[in-house]
């Protein structure tokens, strides 16, 4: 009675739990469960599925890639935003930060053909950039071109602020 309850807890057989002081080797090794699409999809539906992958929700923001250098007296952010228009790219700056935001539309056609690769973000983007110094913000110029933009940030002169300790 003992053995098949521990036969059942423990998934061995009564012969192996029976050898009373003899010593046993017991390998488990998890069963994989086989995963069928064949159950789940139909042939079709199957070859859609393999095709086709959803990174991101439609309600999310892909963030945007940047280089940022300093030259001199200028810092200079660069960006590959292809896909995008002039008026789809909003840019905000302050002293310390700059705040990058947009929208790259997807073509009208590219929604008729069956996908194999789909890496290409589409739809809103931003990126809050902390930059290393202060800078001009009422001097700051942007161009876009090609599909690159490219924002010039003037240095400020940066002020020393001496804390004075108390006793």
């Known amino acids: 009675m003992a053995n098949k309850f521990w036969s059942k807890i423990t998934g061995l057989k009564n012969d192996?739990?029976?050898?009373?002081?003899?010593?046993?080797?017991?390998?488990?090794?998890?069963?994989?469960?086989?995963?069928s699409f064949k159950k789940?999809?139909?042939?079709?539906?199957?070859?859609?599925?393999?095709?086709?992958?959803?990174?991101?929700p439609d309600s999310a923001q892909g963030?945007?890639?940047?280089?940022?250098?300093?030259?001199?007296?200028?810092?200079?952010?660069?960006?590959?935003?292809a896909g995008a228009k002039t008026k789809d790219i909003d840019i905000t700056v302050e002293p310390d930060l700059v705040v990058v935001k947009g929208e790259k539309l997807k073509d009208e056609d590219s929604g008729a053909g069956k996908y194999?690769?789909?890496e290409c973000f589409w739809g809103k983007f931003s990126r809050t950039i902390i930059l290393p110094c202060p800078i001009k913000p009422e001097q700051v110029r942007a161009n876009f071109k090609n599909g690159i933009l490219t924002i010039i940030l003037p240095k400020a002169e940066e002020r020393e602020k001496?804390?004075?300790?108390?006793?």
């Open 40 to 56: 789940e999809f139909p042939k079709q539906k199957r070859e859609e599925k393999m095709f086709q992958e959803e990174w991101l």
């Open 116 to 118: 194999y690769y789909q």
């Open 162 to 167: 001496r804390v004075e300790i108390k006793e």
């Open 16 to 35: 192996i739990l029976e050898k009373d002081g003899e010593e046993v080797m017991v390998f488990y090794q998890e069963k994989k469960k086989k995963q």
């Open 63 to 81: 963030q945007l890639v940047i280089d940022l250098y300093e030259r001199t007296d200028v810092l200079v952010i660069k960006s590959a935003i």
